[in-house]
C-alpha cells in the first residue's frame, strides 16, 4: 500500500519564478487536499479536491495559485511570481469519500519545501 | 478566540513519564478530533481519533474528550524519547458536501528527556 506521494521534494526558486507541485493520493482515495505549513504553525487549509472537482478553496490561496486535478487521481498545485512569503512546506492529503469515521480520516504525503530566494 | 488551541510549549517530561497534551477548541459542534505527531522537518503523522465524550486508549497513548468544556488531550504514558516530536490537535471543519478539512492547532513541541 503506497501512501501519498508528493514531488519535488525540496525546491528552491528565485522570486519571480513559477514552481509547480505534483500529488499522488492514495489510489483509492477521491478526496484531495492541499495544506501549507509554516514554521512553529499547524497546517492550514488551502485547496479540496473531490475527484476532479475543486470544490473548496480557501482565502489564503491567492491569485498566484491555482491547483488541478484533471482526471481524478493525481493534483497539481502552481505558484506563479512566486514571493518570499511563499516559502512553506506544501502538504497533500488524501481520504476516503464518507460522513463517518474513514471520511473524516486524513493522510498527509511527506510534503514539498519550497524555498523563494 | 483561535479555532484550535494549544499550549506551543516547549513541554519538557523525562523518560517513563506521563506526557499530557492539552486542545481547546471553539466549534460546540465539532464531533471528532484527530492528534498528529509531527518529527522535525517530517509531515504529520496520525495517531489517534476519538469521537465521544471519555477516553480512547491505542497502546501508550490515551486520548481524552470533554465536549462540554470543549477540551481534548492526549496522554503518552512511560515516555520515550523517541516521543519528542510536536503534537498536533486537529478538528475537521465542513468544506463542501459531507467533506471536512482539518484545522489544527499550533502544536505543542515535546520533549522527552533519557
Known amino acids: 500500500d503506497t501512501g501519498v506521494s508528493q514531488d519535488p521534494r525540496h525546491k528552491i526558486t528565485k522570486r519571480g519564478q513559477n514552481v509547480t507541485f505534483r500529488c499522488d493520493p492514495i489510489?483509492?482515495?477521491?478526496?484531495l487536499y492541499w495544506y501549507r505549513q509554516t514554521l512553529g504553525q499547524g497546517p492550514e487549509f488551502l485547496t479540496y479536491?473531490?475527484?476532479?472537482?475543486?470544490?473548496?478553496k480557501s482565502r489564503l490561496l491567492s491569485d498566484r495559485f491555482s491547483a488541478e486535478r484533471p482526471k481524478g487521481s493525481f493534483s497539481t498545485l502552481e505558484i506563479q511570481r512566486t514571493e518570499q512569503g511563499d516559502s512553506a512546506m506544501y502538504l497533500c492529503?488524501?481520504?476516503?469519500?464518507?460522513?463517518?469515521?474513514?471520511?473524516?480520516?486524513?493522510?498527509f504525503g511527506e510534503g514539498s519545501w519550497l524555498t523563494v530566494v | 478566540q483561535k479555532e484550535v488551541e494549544q499550549n506551543s510549549g516547549p513541554l519538557s517530561v523525562p523518560e517513563g513519564a506521563i506526557a499530557s497534551l492539552n486542545c481547546t477548541y471553539s466549534?460546540?459542534?465539532?464531533?471528532?478530533f484527530f492528534w498528529y505527531r509531527q518529527y522535525s522537518g517530517k509531515s504529520p503523522e496520525l495517531i489517534m481519533s476519538?469521537?465521544?465524550?471519555g477516553d480512547k486508549e491505542d497502546g501508550r497513548f490515551t486520548a481524552q474528550l470533554n465536549k462540554a468544556s470543549q477540551y481534548v488531550s492526549l496522554l503518552i504514558r512511560d515516555s520515550q524519547p523517541s516521543d519528542s516530536a510536536t503534537y498536533l490537535c486537529?478538528?475537521?471543519?465542513?468544506?463542501?458536501?459531507?467533506?471536512?478539512?482539518?484545522?489544527f492547532g499550533s502544536g505543542t513541541q515535546l520533549t522527552v528527556l533519557p
Open positions: 492529503a488524501s481520504s476516503l469519500e464518507g460522513n463517518s469515521v474513514r471520511g473524516n480520516t486524513i493522510y
Open positions: 489510489s483509492e482515495h477521491n478526496r
Open positions: 479536491f473531490q475527484n476532479e472537482a475543486q470544490l473548496e
Open positions: 466549534d460546540r459542534g465539532s464531533q471528532s
Open positions: 476519538i469521537y465521544s465524550n
Open positions: 486537529a478538528v475537521p471543519r465542513k468544506v463542501a458536501g459531507s467533506a471536512r478539512q482539518l484545522t
